[in-house]
């Protein structure tokens, strides 16, 4: 089950301190302790969204008006707005063609004297390759933000995913292995990244530290009209308390909903098998996929297209699944326009031809079935789809 009575047992206690702000539940504290322990890290601060938790990360490392971020066309575009929200200018680096992540031989490319940080998206769960793009950071004095959103326990070189870069960026979207509906969070090991993130999600209030529950404020410290609360700009990004009674019993069920998603995508994987036109997107040998989607692409000459693939998936009694969203500077928000005027790149088709080719061609099945009987029918789906168009 997705909820349980772990769950339910931290809402109530949350509710049963009648949203006091000096004695409540200390759930946002309890949550944040145990995300970064999970995360192998010191810090994790809870956000409204993933969306926020980014812009926040990028600003608190001093990304602003006049720099780019360098980030991957084929993603959701939160990505490529937060550096937007920031005052700085989107980059799009193009991707690797087998693991459909960020390449940072693109990378590489796009590195101007503006540039101030890189994000890579673990796409569907699967770590983006870590080691070149941190060296990248290093030679250039670059900061690099994960965005994990789609990734809960992956791991690349035996490192869990979050404890990797200078700051990582998770969602608890409904859609994410472990939600409470919306939310986000950040981790990191830097303490004053820590605290200057924490500060941009609290309204810039003096009394902020980088671990929650770390306020040195009193209670006569603030009553007194002449206390002074706020010493930079930030923005209300927090948390509610029941949100995070919610996630501190997602955190402590994490392996097995996490799990969940691994036998979906070995069931859909039996059911693919050998087909020859149907291609796994790559997991490297030193990487662990964490199958936030079991995602496949249809070859150049694979006897179907797309749409008519979904046509007899659907006919054969599988659950609806997306394709890939459209790049992100082809959407209209960006194709065409020119956001600054010192801005060199066009977003115009073209830009990054590896994800121009994949993008059509990819397929995005569902991993969060929560009862068995489900996830088999949908693996009996795809392979019964294969067959009826042939194994090739």
Same mark, same amino acid.
């Given at each position: ?190 303490? !004053?990244?820590? =605290? ?9 209030? $003096? @009394?902020?530290? *980088? #671990?929650? /529950? ?37 955190? !402590?069920?994490? =392996? ?9 995508? $070995? @069931?859909?994987? *039996? #059911?693919? /098998? ?51 969203? $459209? ?66």
């Amino acid at each position: 089950m997705r909820i349980t009575d772990r769950e339910n047992a931290y809402v109530q206690e949350v509710l049963r301190h009648q949203f006091r702000s000096s004695a409540n539940a200390g759930m946002t504290r309890r949550f944040e302790e145990a995300f970064a322990k999970k995360f192998n890290s010191k810090f994790a601060i809870a956000f409204a969204n993933g969306t926020a938790t980014m812009h926040a990360a990028l600003a608190a490392a001093g990304v602003g008006p006049g720099d780019e971020v360098i980030v991957p066309p084929l993603t959701m575009a939160s990505t490529a707005l937060c550096a937007i929200h920031a005052g700085a200018l989107p980059v799009f680096a193009d991707v690797d063609p087998a693991t459909w992540n960020l390449d940072p031989a693109s990378v590489a490319t796009r590195i101007t004297p503006r540039t101030k940080a890189i994000i890579p998206v673990a796409l569907f769960g699967l770590p983006p390759d870590m080691d070149p793009i941190m060296a990248l950071a290093r030679q250039h004095k670059l900061f690099v933000l994960e965005d994990d959103a789609q990734c809960f326990l992956g791991y690349y070189k035996g490192k869990v995913s979050g404890s990797i870069a200078h700051a990582s960026s998770f969602s608890f979207q409904n859609s994410k292995h472990i939600s409470c509906g919306e939310g986000g969070a950040i981790t990191t090991n830097d303490e !004053e990244l820590a =605290e200057k993130i924490r500060r941009m999600s609290s309204l810039g209030y $003096a @009394a902020v530290k *980088a #671990a929650a /529950g770390k306020s040195i404020i009193t209670r006569e410290m603030i009553q007194d009209p002449g206390y002074l609360r706020h010493i930079s700009i930030g923005w209300n990004y927090r948390l509610s308390e029941l949100s995070c009674a919610v996630l501190l019993g997602q955190v !402590e069920r994490m =392996e097995e909903l996490v799990q969940t998603r691994l036998d979906a995508a $070995a @069931a859909m994987a *039996a #059911a693919l /098998g050998d087909c020859r036109w149907l291609v796994l997107q790559k997991t490297p040998p030193e990487t662990v996929h964490s199958y936030w989607a079991f995602s496949c692409r249809l070859t150049d000459d694979a006897p179907c297209t797309w749409h008519e693939f979904r046509q007899q998936y659907l006919a054969a009694g599988g659950d609806p699944f997306y394709g890939a969203w $459209a790049l992100n500077y082809l959407e209209p928000v960006f194709r065409g326009q020119k956001i600054f005027e010192w801005q060199t790149q066009r977003f115009e088709p073209g830009l990054c031809p590896v994800a121009e080719k994949l993008q059509p061609k990819l397929l995005q099945f569902k991993t969060n079935y929560f009862e068995p009987a489900r996830r088999q029918k949908a693996a009996d789906a795809l392979r019964r789809t294969i067959a009826y168009f042939g194994r090739g």
